[in-house]
């Protein structure tokens, strides 16, 4: 069994792919998109999304990093990709399953879903643009509005000579509300002879162990549930109902996630009040904390508040 860090815009950052690696057991992570239009990107792009290039692909704890991409133009997504792979990257993957409005108004993301055949043009100007011996995967939803080519743009990725496919087990339309229609995945896991992930609403062992029976896949993808539960990988290959991770472990990665990288004070409290807002799902003390903070603007502040949490 494989597990995935999933690629989330503004949350599974390098600080946050950095502090996740460190306690949990991902087979590879995958970037935040980058957004490709019409030019080969500057290096400095790539140092940006993707830091880990500088340390052969990898986080500091060695877990490799999939370098994702976002677009429509097959020519500037080849060569970003090939520039990715001489700047280190060890895999590239394509981004097909972004719901966002903004970046389907601009014919980015799902809504490429309903174009089946572009799809196919844009994986296979990719896959042959880079050497043969790195890997490039494709990441969909079910549709765009509706699931009427769900199979057909499952059956272009792999025609195009993907490697694997990740499947988040909702439409466009769907968003992120749930329930995920993991039993939906089952077909294309099926119909096809390429590796299939599946993704989408596994915030616990049991949902993963549900997912696997329902979609027929063995690997997942974890996205929220990985950054609310830190030790969510644990969990699922330890077959545990509950987090794993003590408090006082948990207070050490937060205090390492905040004294990361960050280009300001106030966007690094920032990221760790919404961090913190979402482990106060799974732990009481992270809740308590998060009332505590709430209206604290300095980092110094805040992590005197982090460590007196262990005082209680």
């Avoid at 999933?6 to 306690?23: C, F, K, Q």
Wanted: proline share 5%; net charge negative.
């Amino acid at each position: 069994m494989k597990l995935i860090l999933a690629p989330m815009e503004g949350l599974t950052d390098p600080i946050m792919r950095d502090v996740l690696t460190h306690v949990g057991s991902f087979d590879w992570c995958v970037t935040e998109f980058i957004r490709v239009t019409d030019s080969l990107l500057p290096e400095h792009v790539y140092d940006s999304y993707c830091p880990e290039l500088k340390n052969g692909g990898k986080t500091a704890a060695g877990t490799p990093v999939h370098v994702q991409f976002l677009g429509n133009n097959p020519e500037m997504l080849a060569a970003n990709a090939v520039r990715a792979v001489e700047l280190g990257a060890p895999a590239i993957d394509l981004n097909f399953g972004c719901p966002a409005k903004t970046v389907n108004r601009h014919r980015g993301g799902s809504v490429l879903l309903d174009e089946p055949d572009v799809v196919h043009i844009l994986v296979k100007a990719v896959r042959d643009a880079v050497p043969a011996h790195i890997p490039v995967s494709a990441k969909m939803r079910l549709g765009y509005l509706d699931e009427n080519h769900t199979m057909d743009n499952a059956h272009a990725i792999e025609d195009a000579g993907a490697n694997w496919l990740t499947v988040h087990a909702r439409t466009k339309a769907d968003g992120y509300t749930p329930p995920a229609y993991w039993e939906k995945i089952r077909p294309i896991r099926e119909a096809l002879k390429i590796n299939v992930i599946a993704n989408g609403e596994i915030w616990n062992y049991q949902h993963a162990k549900t997912c696997q029976i329902q979609s027929g896949c063995e690997d997942l993808m974890l996205g929220r549930g990985a950054v609310t539960t830190p030790d969510l990988t644990q969990c699922i290959r330890q077959k545990s109902d509950h987090a794993l991770l003590s408090w006082q472990d948990l207070v050490e990665l937060q205090i390492r996630f905040l004294n990361g990288p960050s280009k300001t004070e106030i966007g690094m409290v920032g990221r760790y009040k919404q961090w913190l807002g979402m482990m106060s799902k799974a732990y009481p003390e992270a809740k308590q904390l998060w009332d505590e903070v709430k209206r604290i603007k300095v980092l110094e502040d805040v992590i005197l508040q982090l460590q007196h949490s262990l005082e209680r």
